[in-house]
Structures are given as C-alpha cells and as structure tokens.
C-alpha cells in the first residue's frame, strides 16, 4: 500500500519524477521499510525514521533525520533551518545538479549505520516556568482545599490553568475564567481534558 502512495506523490511531482525514481530505488536497495509520513515517501530501520524523501517547486532531495551525526559524508548536506533544527540535515538537488547516486548512497549507508547503532541527537526539553496570577494566589488564600488540588496537576496542566487566567486582559474576565476553571481543578481536570480522546 505504501508503495502505490509513494508512487502517487512521485507522478504529483513530474519535473523531478526521473530523479525521484532513481533516488527511491537507491533507497529501497537498502532494504528500509518505505512509508508516507507526513504527506512524503520516508525509509525506516526498526520503526525509526532514517531518510525522507521530498520534491519541492525550485529542488528535490533528500532529508536525514539525524543528518548531524553524519561524520564521513557532509558536504552536501545543509541545516535548512538554523537555530531551530538541531538533528535533520536535508541534501537538495536544483535542475542544473547531476544526481550521482553512489555518492548518495554512501551519506544514506553511514545513516543506516548510526541507527542500527542507535545513535541520536535527542530533543531538549525545556520546562517552562510556572507563574502563578494573581486572581489564582488569592484563591489558594481563601481555599487550602483548592490550592491543594492544583498541586496534585501536572505542571503541564498547572501552566495551561495560570495561562488561561494571565492571558485574558480584563479584570472581570479573569476573575470569570478563575471561577469557572475551580471546580475543574477539584476534580483533578485539566483545562484541555475534554478535547483529549476526540
């Protein structure tokens, strides 16, 4: 099934379809496992994406989704998105580029490698800090019971509830949204809950 899905997205994209062609039998020679993720062909090891394959208006090519680890082959691989992408290099071939695809077979090689390997650049997670509104703290002032149940949430859902209230920029409408979101917080709810699930 992923291979007519694969084939479809390739005829979607006739100016690169020979070059698609060529860089997807590349990919299957490996032995991955071909899947559509996010819309575009990708090769996998193990259930983990390795290689990512795209066609674009003005280039096509190829994305490594931990393209940082690569040692050996790196000169045609660039950071699309500096400061923001930390592991995923892409490698992008324009109309007058020759595609040598022995030379891309060594970069995708040494990326099956890393993953057999286990090797990763794992996402830092950074915990942003809670701050408590004014309307919530004088709520916990007059309710132990409250405050005692918004310390048994999550951080997560701690955050989302200060939010709600800090966001809204009236007085009164904070105050509404206070009233509205205690007895959710009694009863150990986040403020999303209902949306889960959907």
């Not at 899947?35 to 575009?40: C, L, Q, V, Y």
């Not at 995708?108 to 650049?121: D, T």
Request: charged share 30%.
């Amino acid at each position: 099934m992923a291979g007519s899905k694969v084939q479809e997205y390739i005829e979607k994209h006739p100016k690169w379809e020979t070059q698609l062609t060529e860089l997807r039998e590349l990919l299957l020679s490996t032995g991955m496992e071909e899947t559509i993720k996010w819309g575009a062909p990708t090769y996998m090891i193990n259930g983990r994406n390795v290689v990512g394959l795209g066609a674009f208006k003005n280039y096509y090519g190829l994305w490594f989704f931990q393209g940082a680890l690569l040692k050996e082959n790196t000169a045609l691989l660039v950071n699309a998105q500096e400061d923001k992408t930390k592991a995923m290099r892409q490698m992008r071939f324009e109309e007058e580029d020759t595609l040598n695809c022995e030379v891309v077979r060594k970069y995708v090689l040494e990326a099956m490698q890393n993953q057999q390997e286990g090797k990763e650049i794992k996402l830092e997670r950074v915990e942003k800090e809670l701050v408590i509104p004014a309307e919530l703290e004088a709520a916990f002032g007059t309710d132990a019971a409250f405050q005692e149940s918004f310390n048994k949430l999550s951080p997560g859902k701690q955050r989302e509830y200060a939010t709600h209230i800090s966001e809204a920029k009236r007085e009164a409408t904070r105050q509404q949204r206070l009233e509205k979101i205690i007895p959710m917080i009694k009863d150990g709810k986040g403020l999303y809950d209902k949306y889960k699930n959907c």
